[in-house]
C-alpha cells in the first residue's frame, strides 16, 4: 500500500484517530508517519504525553505491515518496548520512522524512531512484535 492507500484506510477503519495522524512517506525504507499534536496530546508542562508517543509509534508500525501486506485490519500488537529518551519540543508535531526488521507469515518485528518535528535527535525508540493473522 502507497501513502495515499494507507492514509484511505485509516481514514476508512480508524475514523476515530485517523485526524490525529498524517502519512507523510510511505517507501521500501518503511513509514514516516505524523503525529498532528494538539492539547489533548499534551500532559502537564505542555509536552506531548507518553501515552501519545506510544500510540504515534504503535499506529506508524501498523501501517508500515500494512504497505507490505495490504489491508490487514486484524493484524495485532503482540510486543511493544518505548523508551522515552528526550522531551518532546511544546508545540511541534511529533513525527515517527517505522521499519521492519523482519515481516514473516505469522509475526512482523520492527522498530520505530520517533521525533519532535525540525529536531535531530530522537525523543523514543520503540520496538515492536505484530500477529499477522493467517490469511
Do not use: W
Amino acid at each position: 500500500m502507497d501513502k495515499a492507500a494507507l492514509a484511505a484506510f485509516l481514514r476508512r477503519d480508524f475514523a476515530q484517530v485517523a485526524d490525529d495522524f498524517r502519512v507523510e512517506r510511505a517507501d521500501e525504507t518503511g513509514v514516516c508517519l505524523r503525529l498532528v499534536a494538539q492539547e489533548r496530546h499534551l500532559r502537564p508542562g505542555g509536552t506531548v504525553s507518553g501515552p501519545a508517543l506510544f500510540a504515534l509509534a504503535d499506529v506508524a508500525m501498523y501501517l508500515a505491515i500494512l504497505s507490505r501486506l495490504g489491508p490487514v485490519a486484524l493484524a495485532v500488537t503482540t510486543n511493544c518496548s518505548i523508551d522515552f529518551m528526550r522531551k518532546p519540543e511544546a508545540g511541534r508535531d511529533v513525527l515517527a520512522e517505522a521499519r521492519l526488521l523482519k515481516l514473516g507469515r505469522t509475526l512482523a518485528v520492527g522498530d520505530v524512531l520517533v521525533y519532535s518535528e525540525g529536531k535531530p535527535e530522537p525523543v523514543a525508540r520503540a520496538g515492536l512484535t505484530y500477529s499477522i493473522p493467517p490469511r
